[in-house]
């Protein structure tokens, strides 16, 4: 009651500005309790999947061009290597197939990683068909030979970039149906937070939007799966089981997905057991044995992420507390500089003084030595020298005033 009547009861507190200060507080509450997790950003998955499906085309019709190019010279070479990785290799390694000899045949050994298919090379480059190719056409081949080496090599550590970052951002379900299918679902629905709002049966034909349009428009039989299909299950599974089990697979998706949205602690426990529970599911449309209830394998589930979670909490605290204690020792160390500066400032400056003092008073030392020494008058000795002399003369004098006054002042007291 008093927050619906805030702005009668306070006076000058109208109904727009307590609905504005409701919103602001609104805002910053939940700013506070939705943390900004830098690791747990799905924009890296999606460019990274959309990455690796641009190189898979590129290095397909890279390879090509290196089969069709090469092959004028030697082409014997593609019947026998049928891999684009490792023709492009061999086309690097051989260049100009009649130098290649017995001693190369290690080399190709290394690449093949066969004996019998290195020895087949070797003895078709003997008896080649292939035209003769001048060197400036040979190094055009290996230089562009060793692009696409390059980029099939960077293919496999972005492979690696996108598993390590699945297994940060969504573990469940990268556990569930595979580190790629999953990131192209995510890549599909354009965020994990879009991929947990979706209903299983959206998740089941996504990426088959133009299949089930055209479905809808003839009035025919809808699709099945979209980019699920791409899951080990689903090709597993008999031909009559492939709708039941996609469906099946949909389901547990689309509770890994919105376990990874929405934990604080993401872990991959829950995608494991949904994991058996799909495998469970196909063995009983198979052989009949009936699987675990959800509820029995969700509570094992429950169980064992708490175990996890406390075990990372754990070592999320040692890890703060080292870094306090860290932090603690810089700032000791960073006090205790600045005192020893501050000291050394300190006794540099007290020692200055008394070095002035006893500088003057080895001047003018030095200066009455050499008088004495060269019998010269003050207005023989260089006008520095002399300046000494005369203030030196100037501050007996005022001593000698100074001690005949004190005398006085005694004589008249007595």
Partial sequence: GIRLHFHALVKGLTAQSASKAQLGL?????????????????????????????????????????????????????????ENYTYCQLAKFIGNRKELSEESLEGLEEIVMDSAKAQAILEASRSSMGMDISPLDLINIESFSRRVISLSEYRKGLQEYLRSKMSQVAPSLSALIGEVVGARLISHAGSLTNLAKYPASTVQILGAEKA?????????????????????????????????????????????????????????????????QVEERLAFYETGEPPRKNLVVMKEAVVEANEVVAEVKRKQEKKEKKKKKREKRQLEALAAAAEVENSVLETEE?????????????QELEAEVELEENGLEEGALPKKKRKLTVEADQEEEEE????????KKEKERA
């Fill in 26 to 82: 609104g805002h910053s509450y939940s700013r506070a309790k939705v943390k900004f997790n830098v690791n747990r950003v799905d924009n890296m998955i999606i460019q990274s999947i959309s990455l690796l499906d641009q190189l898979d085309k590129d290095i397909n019709t890279f390879s090509m061009r290196v089969r069709e190019w090469y092959g004028y010279h030697f082409p014997e070479l593609i019947k026998i290597v049928s």
């Fill in 212 to 276: 089930l349009f055209r479905a809808l428009k003839t009035r025919g039989n809808t699709p099945k799966y979209g980019l699920i299909f791409h899951s080990t299950f689903i090709g597993r599974a008999a031909a009559k089981n492939k709708g039941r089990i996609s469906r099946y697979l949909a389901n547990k998706c689309t509770i890994a997905s919105r376990i990874d949205c929405f934990s604080e602690v993401p872990t991959s426990v829950f995608g494991d057991k949904l994991r058996e």
């Fill in 350 to 362: 007290n020692d200055i003084e008394p070095k002035k003092k006893k500088k003057k008073k080895q």
């Fill in 400 to 407: 000698e005033k100074k001690k005949k006054k004190k005398k």
